[in-house]
């Protein structure tokens, strides 16, 4: 078993999607920088956490894994102000040389953006 990591410290305010990284970065980014899968297997246990969380609980960010450029029923959603969520019910078969990314969907914005969010998920 693998984990893939990909993360953040600024997500922006702006409305719209982002990408985080993998491994973590200073910054979200406006296109997709995606991982090689190296071997078939299943993503899944998805797990989010804004180790800085900040904002009114109303903003709420979903960040979803996608695989190949389309997304996959292995998401969750945070609110801004919460630390940690979890997607532990759905998994996504992957076979080797498939491309993983990962997007943060803002919504209508944020108001203060510094969330150093981490996602994680096993590779099995």
Known sequence: MSTLI???SDLGTAAGVVYLPPGFSPGAKGNAIAVTVPEDGTLSQLHVRHNSPIGPGTEVI???VRVNG???DLSASLA???ANSRNQEEAVDVVEG???EVV???GTGLTESA???V???DLS
């Open 6 to 8: 990909f993360g953040a």
């Open 62 to 64: 979903t960040y979803t």
């Open 70 to 72: 389309s997304d996959t």
């Open 80 to 82: 801004a102000d919460t």
């Open 98 to 100: 498939d491309r993983v």
């Open 104 to 106: 943060a969907d803002k």
């Open 115 to 117: 969330l150093d969010a």
């Open 119 to 121: 996602v994680s998920m």
